[in-house]
């Protein structure tokens, strides 16, 4: 429960790194010695009210021009270029942004087309009609120690609500996908009249390295992400994104997916991830898109007869929608170049399991997934992402695969090839093209477990060469 009157400019010291807080409430002294308003505003209050930590501060100061503020800082700090022409100021080394109440005017049809118009003398309530949502509209005077709710964001925190502030909300439709993570770091449900604003935008003119943003906050920063996709299927932007749009109809067999839909499936994958993961943003980021991204083939190979719904070839079939889906939201090539070969082999460890448990196959599944520790990651977060878990996890799949890669050393890579070219030229051959046919034998042979060391790799070398 929020407690408004607990919140206290103490509170956001506890709340915040100790350096950028003493920072920015000796600004905002100085501000007011001056004549200003300084208030915070946005996530800063929202968290502090939470009693999360406070990462960052955004200062919006009433009564002093842009150029005021500007040189006013500039006596102590070093202003940061990005942010200006949208009356920003960013102060270099501190997580703070210093801005004036402003207003934008679309420009032309695109998302960037807009003009910023500066409003430092409106009135408090004014500049917070303006903002996304009311969770993000509270302002809070660290001087006077005075929270300014005008449109009930204090309220809507305490009954989880997401509700834009008015009808500005529609000037930027960035703001429904930022519902969307918003949705899922709070676990929020929309508004009725906020879901019917947003069925209203499309997402057309929106940058994608805006979109990609979004998503990468919804799977960092969610405690449930099932929120963000839930919010996203009832505002209708789902159909924006046609690989998810596609979970949901697609329906599964009872038996080892009570929860029904592809979609609802994903929903509780995603909330099995939020609640594993490592702290490394990474391996985080890897692993929370595979979740979202795992299941993408199963819409186009659902057969159904007397034995259930099969979705046999997923897995493979899945790699086409996957990278369509994150070449589409501007994922950067590391991820999409990480998340495919989980996509592709997350079936492989139980059909292997069950069909013979041999080294050549684990060396052959790491050489085709790159990171089996990441693929039992994955393969766990699939099986508890149900509504019933109908069976135990297997932990002797994940024990064999594990210790077997160990052994190997592939756990965290892929095999590295043992006979390279200069085992070819110390036998006497000159470099040919024909070095790759026979180094790629050899690893192949390899792989079968036909040598495990450089001594025996040399040795089939040899057998090769004699053929």
């Keep these: 429960m929020v407690t408004p009157r607990g919140l206290t400019t103490g509170a956001f010291g506890e709340l915040a790194q100790r350096n950028a807080f003493a920072v920015v409430f000796d600004i905002c002294r100085g501000l007011a010695a001056a004549g200003a308003r300084p208030y915070f505003v946005g996530g800063c209050v929202r968290d502090a009210?939470?009693?999360?930590?406070?990462?960052?501060?955004?200062?919006?100061?009433?009564?002093?021009?842009?150029?005021?503020?500007?040189?006013?800082?500039?006596?102590?700090?070093t202003i940061e270029k990005t942010g200006k022409s949208f009356c920003v100021l960013k102060i270099r080394g501190f997580?703070?942004?210093?801005?004036?109440?402003?207003?934008?005017?679309?420009?032309?049809?695109?998302?960037?087309?807009?003009?910023?118009?500066?409003?430092?003398?409106?009135?408090?309530?004014?500049?917070?009609?303006?903002?996304?949502?009311?969770?993000?509209?509270?302002?809070?005077?660290?001087?006077?120690?005075?929270?300014?709710?005008?449109?009930?964001?204090?309220?809507?925190?305490?009954?989880?609500?997401?509700r834009h502030v008015s009808e500005k909300f529609s000037e930027d439709p960035l703001r429904v996908l930022r519902g969307m993570q918003f949705a899922g770091r709070f676990n929020l449900s929309a508004a009725p009249e906020t879901v019917a604003l947003c069925?209203?935008?499309?997402?057309?003119?929106?940058?994608?390295?805006?979109?990609?943003?979004?998503?990468?906050?919804?799977?960092?920063?969610?405690?449930?992400?099932?929120?963000?996709l839930r919010f996203l299927k009832n505002s209708g932007w789902i159909k924006f994104f046609p690989e998810i749009d596609a979970l949901d109809a697609c329906m599964q067999d009872s038996d080892r997916h009570p929860e029904g839909s592809v979609f609802e499936?994903?929903?509780?994958?995603?909330?099995?991830?939020?609640?594993?993961?490592?702290?490394?943003?990474?391996?985080?980021?890897?692993?929370?898109?595979?979740?979202?991204?795992?299941?993408?083939?199963?819409?186009?190979?659902?057969?159904?007869?007397?034995?259930?719904?099969?979705?046999?070839?997923?897995?493979?079939?899945?790699l086409q929608p996957t990278e369509s889906f994150l070449r589409a939201i501007n994922a950067p090539k590391y991820l999409i170049d990480a998340v495919l070969p989980l996509v592709r082999w997350h079936m492989t460890p139980f059909v292997l399991y069950e069909s013979g448990k041999t080294d050549a196959s684990v060396l052959r599944l790491a050489n085709?997934?790159?990171?089996?520790?990441?693929?039992?990651?994955?393969?766990?977060?699939?099986?508890?992402?149900?509504?019933?878990?109908?069976e135990k996890y297997d932990e002797k799949v994940d024990m064999w695969l594990r210790e077997t890669a160990k052994r190997f050393g592939v756990l965290a890579s892929r095999p590295a090839p043992i006979v390279h070219g200069r085992d070819l030229i110390a036998l006497g051959m000159r470099p040919s093209e024909k070095f790759s046919e026979i180094l790629d034998k050899c690893f192949d042979a390899q792989l079968d477990c036909k040598f495990f060391d450089h001594a025996s790799g040399v040795e089939y070398l040899k057998s090769v060469l004699l053929q």
């Design 265 to 318: 499936h994903t929903c509780l994958a995603l909330d099995a991830f939020a609640g594993t993961k490592i702290g490394d943003q990474l391996e985080d980021e890897i692993i929370g898109f595979a979740a979202l991204c795992h299941d993408f083939g199963k819409p186009s190979v659902t057969t159904q007869d007397e034995r259930g719904i099969h979705h046999y070839g997923h897995d493979g079939v899945g």
């Design 368 to 390: 085709g997934v790159g990171r089996i520790d990441r693929l039992l990651r994955l393969c766990h977060i699939d099986f508890v992402g149900r509504t019933k878990v109908v």
């Design 199 to 228: 069925r209203t935008l499309s997402m057309v003119d929106i940058s994608r390295e805006r979109i990609f943003s979004e998503w990468e906050k919804l799977l960092l920063q969610s405690t449930a992400p099932s929120f963000g």
């Design 49 to 77: 009210l939470l009693g999360l930590p406070v990462f960052d501060f955004d200062v919006e100061v009433f009564g002093m021009s842009i150029a005021a503020i500007e040189e006013f800082l500039s006596r102590t700090f």
């Design 95 to 162: 997580p703070i942004d210093i801005s004036v109440p402003r207003m934008e005017i679309k420009s032309g049809a695109k998302h960037t087309d807009f003009s910023v118009i500066p409003l430092e003398d409106c009135a408090l309530k004014t500049a917070a009609s303006r903002r996304d949502f009311t969770i993000n509209s509270i302002y809070f005077d660290p001087l006077c120690e005075e929270l300014v709710d005008e449109f009930g964001g204090v309220d809507d925190l305490n009954s989880k609500i997401l």
